[in-house]
Nanobody, 132 residues
Framework: QVQLVESGGGLVQPGGSLRLSCTASRFTLDYYAIAWFRQAPGKEREGVSCVGGSNSSTYYFDSVKGRSTIFRDNAKNTVYLQMNSLKPEDSGVYYC?????????????????????????RGKGTLVTVSS
């Protein structure tokens, strides 16, 4: 089954760290840009970060800039989101989505547009709870 699967969520104390994974099954992530976004209960969906075809092509939203790193490991067919100095407002379900590289203009444009429903693949999410 072709799918994206997120993992790595959990309960963490404020100030702690998590590494989320977005792994592709039955397709190769090499040809796709990846977006991470999140949604907390009662709140609108919010973009987090995106990566293009290489780890030199990334974008971060202000809410996580300086505290997060997105990177891809094509050998593992996985994109990671390392999140540090976590805050309670980082809580939510984190999703990843994949967009075929040849169909995007720039990673920043893709990320800022946030049209996740139009992307080629989307995962079902992993829950992150930041609480003491």
């Amino acid at each position: 089954q072709v799918q994206l699967v997120e993992s790595g969520g959990g309960l963490v104390q404020p100030g702690g760290s998590l590494r989320l994974s977005c792994t592709a099954s039955r397709f190769t992530l090499d040809y796709y840009a990846i977006a991470w976004f999140r949604q907390a209960p009662g709140k609108e969906r919010e973009g987090v970060s995106c990566v293009g075809g290489s780890n030199s092509s990334t974008y971060y939203f202000d809410s996580v800039k300086g505290r997060s790193t997105i990177f891809r490991d094509n050998a593992k067919n996985t994109v990671y989101l390392q999140m540090n100095s976590l805050k309670p407002e980082d809580s939510g379900v984190y999703y990843c989505a994949a967009a075929y590289l040849k169909r995007i203009t720039t990673v920043e444009a893709m990320c800022r547009r946030g049209n996740y429903a139009a992307m080629d693949y989307r995962g079902k999410g992993t829950l992150v709870t930041v609480s003491s």
